[in-house]
């Protein structure tokens, strides 16, 4: 008896619904965290301070084109403000990982359209295998849609071209859409160039002219436009002056932005938790089955000269991508430092990941056994899993960029407690986020802080948590020194620890002392939380326990206040230049019914303490 149509259909769909779960899963950590550069925060400044006064907004981003040189900062700059306004609601930040998602199997389909050939699903398996989640250049956490958008828009076209012919009106359309797409920065235009080449070199003989017309007209309307502002307001920026070096230079450069598009070289990092080694597993098998059943096809359609082709357009697409950071003095010392990932990097991670596919798919067609297969297909599997937990200890480390939002955000549930407008506070959590840093002529990053506590209200984003933040550690700092050998400093006038009540936890107890210099007083603490007034006390050298009652299930931001701190080279004491509050000798928990010990208990605290 044959099985119904509807089951029929359902088990001729369920390989691309495997593939699309395995999508989902690789991209889920990208959703994690966001605030991932200086110029997204500094941009959500500027959009918070000039909700009534839009005016004073343009006018800003009329002097950053002309200061750059860019007519595309006019486009650009807004796609930035709206990709800094939408990673604060769940549903935007859904919104920009599906685009991303979208961007990466719209330019594999490109290329199978292209190369007619069965390429969009094992190249889009290989992409989604090498893609990192790495801060803090590197979209979608950072310029959530000002390279996404424009791509994606630019090889939508082009798929839409290479899949039917467009009568003259629709010709024309389309080469404005594309002129336009390409104004939006460098960037575009750069990959935008890279698509009209493709574009060109693989059109049948007899559509030749007309694809070279349409592009041609499209790049030249573009270049024209950009180069004609450059010349009308020429740039005082680093970041797009090209400076001429030696050509292995280059050649090293593009390698280290191409590599850092990939996740090859963070892979010792990876997450450990029981959920991310279960999901890594599922990822493994998936990713390993989908590898078997794609790659065979494309093996078996994949010709020599084919193949060749491809692993060229790839290494073109590469090459013409990296070759603009590269030339430039700011991205290149920021490469010789070590941070080599941006946006072109993600760029280049395309090309690598379709030249993985038809690397692969060639091997198996030189091999053609069974053996091959199953090791190819088992590698594939091995690298979606190393990425997949690479990508979420990524996004729990860069998640600690975005702390400080959710504790105002946090902070909002209890206004009367002030911690949102403490300036002490906010000068800590300052130190947490992405900022720009002198000779930049901004304001400091607590005021962008203290904006975005201002306008939560109106934004609709009091007293809710940070949208798929990882879950949070039992203890979290914010503003302390680094562990030393038996503990740690609060540095600066006050310091934040995030304590989270578990199941059965009654409060934690911690053991402080304070900075006391040489013959000195003891210093000023004062220990609040988000929903108490706290105590006021002296603390000198000898340790003192303050217990903390915590709710299970539940966040409390402890505040520390020093306001007595001040550093030891101030004094002359020694060299080191921090402002060292107290010191955090350690913290245990209590159980739900144990006595605190004797020292200080916040439940039983006077307004001012001993």
Avoid at 323 to 349: E, N
Avoid at 599 to 607: E, Q
Wanted: charged fraction near 15%.
């Amino acid at each position: 008896m044959a099985a119904p149509p509807r089951w029929s259909r359902l088990r001729a769909a369920w390989p691309d619904l495997a593939l699309l779960a395995f999508a989902a899963l690789q991209l889920w950590p990208f959703l994690s965290a966001f605030h991932q550069s200086a110029d997204d925060n500094f941009w959500q400044l500027a959009v918070l301070t000039t909700l009534d006064r839009p005016a004073s907004l343009i006018e800003e981003v009329r002097k950053a084109a002309q200061e750059q040189g860019r007519i595309g900062i006019y486009p650009a700059l807004i796609l930035v403000m709206l990709g800094a306004m939408l990673q604060e609601y769940a549903w935007g930040r859904v919104l920009i990982v599906a685009l991303f998602g979208f961007l990466i199997l719209a330019f594999c389909h490109l290329l199978a359209l292209r190369f007619r050939l069965p390429l969009t699903r094992p190249a889009l398996l290989a992409t989604l295998c090498i893609t990192p989640m790495v801060a803090h250049h590197l979209p979608p956490n950072a310029y959530p849609l000002m390279l996404t958008l424009p791509l994606l828009g630019l090889v939508a076209l082009h798929v839409h071209l290479a899949r039917k012919d467009l009568p003259r009106a629709g010709g024309m359309a389309a080469a404005l859409g594309l002129a336009a797409l390409m104004l939006v920065l460098e960037y575009a235009l750069i990959a935008g160039s890279a698509l009209a080449a493709l574009a060109v070199l693989t059109s049948p003989p007899g559509q030749r002219r007309h694809a070279l017309l349409l592009h041609g007209t499209a790049l030249l309307a573009s270049a024209t436009v950009y180069l004609g502002y450059r010349l009308a307001f020429p740039s005082d920026y680093s970041g797009n002056m090209l400076q001429a070096i030696d050509l292995s230079e280059v050649f090293r450069l593009q390698l280290r932005h191409m590599v850092s598009g990939t996740v090859f070289p963070y892979l010792p990092r990876a997450a450990a938790g029981r959920m991310d080694l279960a999901l890594a597993f599922l990822l493994l098998l998936g990713g390993a089955r989908a590898a078997a059943r794609l790659l065979p096809p494309l093996a078996r359609d994949l010709r020599p000269r084919l193949a060749l082709g491809l692993l060229l357009c790839c290494g073109g697409w590469i090459w013409l991508n990296t070759l603009f950071h590269a030339l430039t003095p700011k991205y290149q010392s920021w490469c010789r430092m070590g941070d080599c990932a941006y946006v072109d990097s993600r760029l280049a991670g395309l090309g690598v990941g379709v030249a993985a596919a038809v690397g692969l798919a060639g091997l198996l067609h030189l091999l053609r056994a069974r053996g091959a297969t199953l090791l190819c297909a088992g590698l594939v599997g091995l690298v979606a899993s190393l990425t997949f937990l690479h990508n979420r200890a990524s996004a729990r480390e860069m998640a600690g960029r975005e702390r400080a939002f959710g504790v105002l955000r946090s902070a909002a549930c209890h206004p009367e407690a002030g911690i949102g407008r403490d300036e002490a506070v906010l000068q800590t959590l300052a130190r947490t986020v992405w900022w720009h840093q002198p000779p930049a002529r901004v304001p400091p990053a607590e005021a962008y802080l203290a904006a975005y506590a201002e306008r939560l209200d109106r934004l609709g984003l009091s007293c809710r948590p940070i949208p798929f933040a990882p879950r949070p550690w039992p203890v979290e700092f914010l503003g302390w020194s680094v562990p030393e050998p038996t503990g740690r400093w609060s540095i600066g006038r006050a310091g934040l620890i995030l304590l989270t009540g578990r199941e059965g936890s009654g409060g934690m107890v911690l053991s402080l002392s304070a900075h006391v210099p040489s013959g000195g007083a003891e210093q000023r603490v004062r220990v609040r939380t988000d929903t108490a007034a706290g105590c006021g006390f002296r603390l000198g050298a000898p340790p003192r326990e303050v217990f903390v009652p915590l709710e299970p299930g539940r966040q409390t931001i402890l505040v520390i206040e020093t306001p007595d701190a001040v550093s030891p080279s101030t004094l002359r004491e020694s060299e080191d230049p921090r402002r060292l509050g107290v010191f955090l000798f350690g913290i245990r928990g209590l159980r739900d019914g144990e006595a605190a010990p004797d020292g200080i208990d916040l439940r039983r605290c006077p307004a001012e303490g001993e």
